[in-house]
């Protein structure tokens, strides 16, 4: 049976980092090694003060070791907002970011503000050479599903 564990991480990145490493110390070392940079991205996330950022451990039972994490993080001033999800690949060098966003399309206005936002998110990861670590394949996903 898988548990999952949340924790909400705050405080300078010194506190937020050890934080981290007390909730990493039991992942299998490849585990461990892959999640540096995710640990990396929770600290400089935590310092943004608009975010409040959890880290979630899943834990196999059937196994002695947890198993793997990512980072849910919230937009503090949003009520209405839902979590994005940060995972990361399997060795550590890209995180994918979920996010489940419902916007209303019932009329005009809706639909108008849907597509200015969803432009808007493309256009941000434009702007910012945001890019995908390549098509499916070697070395792309987190290979733990």
């Given amino acids: 049976m898988i548990r999952a564990t949340r924790v909400v991480l705050s405080g300078t990145p010194d506190e937020v980092s050890a934080q981290l490493e007390?909730?990493?110390?039991?992942?299998?070392?490849?585990?461990?090694?892959?999640?540096t940079r995710l640990r990396m991205l929770a600290v400089a996330l935590t310092q943004r003060p608009n975010l409040k950022v959890s880290l979630v451990t899943y834990?196999?039972?059937?196994?002695?070791?947890?198993?793997?994490?990512?980072?849910?993080?919230?937009?503090?001033?949003?009520?209405?907002?839902?979590?994005?999800?940060?995972?990361?690949?399997?060795?550590?060098?890209n995180c994918q970011i979920t996010w489940d966003r419902w916007l209303r399309i019932t009329d005009d206005a809706e639909i108008k503000t849907a597509a200015d936002m969803i432009a808007a998110i493309l256009d941000t990861c434009a702007r910012l050479d945001a890019k995908a670590p390549g098509p499916c394949g070697t070395g792309y996903g987190t290979g733990r599903a």
């Fill in 22 to 35: 007390k909730h990493s110390l039991n992942l299998a070392q490849h585990e461990y090694a892959a999640g």
């Fill in 59 to 93: 834990h196999d039972e059937s196994r002695d070791l947890d198993g793997s994490q990512e980072l849910e993080v919230l937009f503090s001033d949003d009520p209405n907002c839902e979590p994005m999800m940060i995972d990361r690949d399997h060795i550590g060098e």
